[in-house]
């Protein structure tokens, strides 16, 4: 269901490697959008919807997770996507919300196109099936290098590892790598924020960034 009209909400995706910070960095934007007067959505990926949140816990729960193919991991996840964007995202933006997005198509691209090595022609062309014309009107990339993502994961002290959590700094490094080479090629969307600044630091820069291109 791509959107009919010119919607006067947001899009804001979020990206970045296990362990960046974006959860912190997004509450940190919603309240202060909010407290400037804008209607705020925050949502994350995958999950969003009952259906995504499904499809989340066979992703990242699974027991058989680990024998999970890269193709199915593909499309497990742009299903979640797609039913977010059509249920969630899209009404959203057509009502005028700023909707902030805990990771977006890109994510696709970078873990399972680039990660897993799966061809880039494909894993695009469902990405833009999945999302229509439902684009990020920016995306603040959270940048940490790989060794720290995976430092500040054994940090957490809850709950296990999920699937994702469990990769190796190669992983890591290749979609750092990955993120960054997308960054540079779409400048016009896409924004790069030194994640090893401390919270407040980064929050002031990723709001300079969002008044100075979402108006």
Same mark, same amino acid.
């Given at each position: 269901?791509?959107?009919?009209?010119k919607?006067?909400?947001?899009?804001?995706? +979020?990206?970045?490697s296990?362990?960046?910070?974006?959860?912190?960095?997004?509450?940190?934007? #919603?309240?202060h959008?909010? @407290?400037?007067?804008?209607?705020?959505?925050?949502?994350?990926?995958?999950?969003?919807?009952?259906?995504?949140?499904?499809?989340?816990?066979?992703?990242?729960?699974?027991?058989?997770?680990?024998?999970?193919? #890269?193709?199915?991991?593909?499309?497990?996840?742009?299903?979640?996507?797609?039913?977010?964007?059509?249920?969630?995202?899209?009404?959203?933006?057509?009502?005028?919300?700023?909707?902030?997005?805990?990771? $977006?198509?890109?994510?696709?691209?970078? $873990?399972?196109?680039?990660?897993?090595?799966?061809?880039?022609?494909?894993?695009?062309?469902?990405?833009? +099936?999945?999302?229509?014309?439902?684009?990020?009107?920016?995306?603040?990339?959270?940048?940490?290098?790989?060794?720290?993502?995976? #430092?500040?994961? @054994?940090?957490?002290?809850?709950?296990?590892?999920?699937?994702?959590?469990?990769?190796?700094?190669?992983?890591?490094?290749?979609?750092?790598?990955? $993120?960054?080479?997308?960054? %540079?090629?779409?400048?016009?969307? +896409?924004?790069?924020?030194?994640?090893?600044?401390?919270?407040?630091?980064?929050? %002031?820069?990723?709001?300079?960034?969002?008044?100075?291109?979402?108006?």
């Amino acid at each position: 269901m791509p959107l009919k009209q010119k919607p006067s909400g947001k899009l804001i995706s +979020f990206e970045g490697s296990e362990g960046s910070g974006k959860s912190t960095q997004i509450a940190r934007l #919603a309240a202060h959008l909010q @407290k400037a007067g804008r209607e705020v959505l925050s949502t994350r990926e995958p999950g969003g919807t009952e259906i995504g949140e499904q499809i989340r816990n066979i992703i990242v729960h699974n027991s058989k997770g680990d024998e999970m193919c #890269a193709e199915t991991e593909l499309l497990l996840f742009t299903a979640a996507r797609a039913q977010l964007v059509r249920e969630v995202i899209a009404p959203a933006l057509t009502r005028g919300v700023i909707v902030l997005s805990d990771r $977006y198509l890109d994510s696709s691209t970078v $873990y399972q196109g680039i990660g897993r090595n799966l061809a880039a022609d494909p894993v695009n062309q469902i990405n833009r +099936f999945a999302v229509g014309n439902v684009m990020p009107d920016l995306t603040i990339v959270i940048d940490v290098p790989e060794k720290v993502s995976l #430092a500040r994961l @054994k940090q957490r002290a809850s709950d296990l590892p999920d699937r994702m959590e469990r990769e190796n700094i190669d992983f890591y490094t290749k979609v750092r790598e990955g $993120y960054l080479v997308l960054a %540079k090629g779409m400048p016009e969307r +896409f924004v790069v924020v030194d994640g090893t600044k401390t919270e407040e630091v980064i929050a %002031k820069r990723i709001w300079e960034e969002v008044q100075d291109r979402v108006k």
